[in-house]
């Protein structure tokens, strides 16, 4: 499996914005889907965005759609999540995911099977 490390999280006002970062090392990042979830006190873990290997193909939750944009550089081992327009609702801890190899995007949490231990996200009103 290959290892994740997540970043850049923290405390900011409403409208705001954060780019959150994940390195990954272990693996060929290059064959990888990669996502976001993020996890609020007292809910489920749930999807966020999602990329295909090569970056063309980007998925989000209604929440998030025109707000978020999920990028990565397979040069640096690295995907990223620049949030805009923050609210409070978007406070959670947020996780980098990582499918197996080839595997098609998708937005289902059981797909993933190697994650980061999480950055938290702190959005004031």
């Known amino acids: 499996q290959v290892q994740l490390v997540e970043s850049g999280g923290g405390l900011v006002q409403a409208g705001g914005s954060l780019r959150l970062s994940c390195v990954a090392s272990?693996?060929?990042?290059?064959?990888?889907?990669m996502g976001w979830f993020r996890q609020a006190p007292g809910k489920e873990r749930e999807f966020v965005s999602s990329?295909?290997?090569?970056?063309?193909?980007?998925k989000y939750a209604d929440s998030v759609k025109d707000r978020f944009t999920i990028s990565r550089d397979n040069a640096k081992n690295t995907v990223y999540l620049q949030m805009n327009s923050l609210k409070p609702e978007d406070t959670a801890v947020y996780y980098c995911?990582?499918?197996?190899?080839?595997?098609?995007?998708?937005?289902?949490?059981?797909?993933?099977?190697?994650w980061g231990q999480g950055t938290q996200v702190a959005v004031s009103s």
């Open positions: 272990g693996g060929m990042f290059r064959t990888l889907g």
């Open positions: 995911a990582a499918t197996q190899p080839f595997r098609t995007v998708t937005t289902t949490l059981g797909d993933f099977d190697s």
């Open positions: 990329t295909s290997r090569g970056g063309v193909t980007t």
